[in-house]
């Protein structure tokens, strides 16, 4: 069951990246959308969504793995004085 949730809370994030790839695809063709009323705020927007969707898995899938330490030495959580 765990692992079912894991691969949700990464879908809904993959799908935000997909979709913002999408936007900024249809921006370079000159396909504007409804909800943009310029075609530079949709590739922003494109972008926002790419970026942060992204950065989630990445987030995810480095917690993961400094949870289970298999990351370098320099991704490792560093010791606070």
């Given amino acids: 069951m765990g692992r079912f949730i894991a691969l949700l809370l990464l879908l809904i994030p993959g799908i935000l990246s997909g979709y913002g790839i999408k936007l900024m695809r249809d921006m370079l063709f000159g ?7 310029y075609l530079w705020l949709q590739f922003l927007a494109g972008l926002i969504f790419f970026v942060l969707g992204l950065g989630f898995i ?3 899938v480095l917690h993961r ?3 289970r330490n298999k990351v ?10």
């Fill in 31 to 37: 396909k504007l959308l409804t909800p943009f009323p």
């Fill in 58 to 60: 990445a987030g995810f």
């Fill in 65 to 67: 793995d400094r949870k």
């Fill in 72 to 81: 370098q030495e320099r991704f490792k959580h560093q010791k606070r004085l």
